[in-house]
């Protein structure tokens, strides 16, 4: 069983910063692109930074400049590190990797992190 759990969420003010975690566990053999997404209710999840296991880093035209998404792989963990927030930031983040297991590659979705961008 493999679990993505996130954190670092919260309320912060417009110009502010945050930085979320996902931390990755249970029966890993490999983990491929790990990458943020991130859903306002009623649209689809969008792809807001992803990093592959070889280093290669893709993001989003409106977060370009202000996030950083970064990697951990001896702790199976991602990072993105949002800056300059605005309040149209506002919305859950959910953390994803493609991750192998003893005998098949999957995809896998963390529960979700609010974050919030409010004065």
């Known amino acids: 069983q493999v679990q993505l759990v996130e954190s670092g969420g919260g309320l912060v003010q417009p110009g502010g910063s945050l930085r979320l975690s996902c931390a990755a566990s249970?029966?890993?053999?490999?983990?491929?692109?790990m990458a943020w997404y991130r859903q306002v209710p009623g649209n689809q999840r969008d792809l807001v930074a992803s990093i592959t296991s070889g280093g290669y880093i893709k993001y989003a035209d409106s977060v370009k400049g202000r996030f950083t998404i970064s990697r951990d792989n001896a702790e199976n963990t991602v990072y993105l590190q949002m800056n300059t927030l605005k309040p149209e930031d506002t919305t859950v983040y959910y953390c994803?990797?493609?991750?192998?297991?003893?005998?098949?590659?999957?995809?896998?979705w963390g529960q979700g992190t609010q974050v919030t961008v409010s004065s």
């Open positions: 994803y990797a493609i991750i192998e297991t003893m005998s098949v590659r999957s995809n896998y």
């Open positions: 249970g029966s890993i053999k490999s983990i491929y692109t």
